[in-house]
């Protein structure tokens, strides 16, 4: 069976899938941070940045974490011809990010709820992670 979602062009998806994601860690960092707005502008950049969504599109790849679904939006998304080119990132890397993406919004328009919050909570926890390996 087909779902409507899957339907979409993985670049709508991807459109849509950012703005979920900005939300949602605007959402985390403003209840679990508490910090200034200036400063809370700069924590979520290290959360929505194409450079961090890459990280953990590999990292989520590596531990098989996507169904075959998601995989295929996955890498429908990533493999996108965009139109827009990326901005302060190579192409691979946001390429990855628009994969990424995708699949968030695959999710959120097909009212796959748990799922993604399960891949919400992932991206915040792979995040957290990297923060605190920088930080030693």
């Known amino acids: 069976m087909v779902n409507e979602a ?4 993985p670049l709508t998806l991807a459109y849509l899938g950012d703005a979920v994601l900005e939300l949602h860690v605007r959402n985390y960092i403003v209840r679990e941070k508490n910090r200034k707005p200036n400063e809370l502008h700069r924590y ?4 929505v940045s194409a450079k961090s969504q890459a990280q953990t599109f590999d990292a989520l790849v590596e531990s098989h974490f996507f169904t075959d ?3 295929d939006i996955l890498m429908r998304g990533r493999n ?3 139109h827009t080119k990326a901005k302060n990132t190579d192409v691979v890397t946001y390429k990855k990010s628009t ?3 995708a699949v968030i919004g695959y999710l959120h328009l097909n009212n796959e709820d748990e799922r993604l919050q399960i891949l919400l909570a992932e991206i915040i926890d792979q995040c957290e992670k990297r923060g605190k390996d920088e930080h030693k």
């Open 99 to 101: 994969g990424l993406e």
């Open 6 to 9: 899957s339907l979409y062009n």
């Open 80 to 82: 996108a011809k965009s």
């Open 44 to 47: 979520a950049t290290f959360f």
């Open 69 to 71: 679904e998601e995989m």
